[in-house]
């Protein structure tokens, strides 16, 4: 009789929670705060190739862990929307905020920064996961798709086309 030995390797996801943030104070409430956070984070990555990262709050808004899912190249990094709720999932998430940076300095959103923003907005709503912004930062400068294209966050559309009113 022969002893047969199984390994098991076992999936790990590798989350930062945000200690540097005191989680009473650390409330991101609006888009200046989600821009402090989210700026702290790519501090410590190089600025010339994107990152996208994920930013995972409780039911008060409150940061419960981050996580930098990607980097890629100086114009686009992949995301997996599968990933990223995931790790929301993982991190019992109420909802999310996600960024990625623009090495260019130039801020305005991609086709595919706009459709990203539709899928995770559509996937989160099916989860029931909130998806409260995607921030791009470029240099000093920020937009918010919040601000800037409401409509990506729109409740039922399932294509840009819908969400954007183009027909």
């Known amino acids: 009789m022969k002893n047969h030995r199984y390994t098991y390797r076992l999936r790990t996801v590798d989350v930062q929670v945000s200690e540097s943030f005191d989680h009473d104070t650390s409330i991101i409430g609006d888009p200046a705060v989600a821009e402090d956070f989210f700026r702290s984070i790519f501090r410590s990555y190089d600025a010339d190739q994107e990152h996208f990262v994920l930013l995972a709050v409780d039911g008060r808004h409150r940061v419960i862990g ?43 959103p991609s086709r595919d920064d706009l459709e990203l923003t539709r899928r995770l907005s559509r996937a989160g709503e099916l989860l029931g996961i909130t998806v409260y912004d995607h921030v791009i930062l470029a240099g000093p400068r920020c937009l918010s798709l919040r601000r800037a294209r409401p409509a990506l966050f729109t409740p039922g559309a399932t294509t840009l086309a819908e969400q954007e009113g183009i027909q």
Do not use: W
């Not at 981050?66 to 909802?95: E, H, M």
């Open 66 to 108: 981050y996580k930098v899912l990607s980097s890629g190249t100086r114009t686009q990094t992949p995301v997996d929307t599968a990933r990223v709720f995931k790790i929301a999932i993982s991190l019992d998430a109420d909802a999310i905020l996600v960024a990625h940076n623009h090495p260019t300095g130039q801020p305005e």
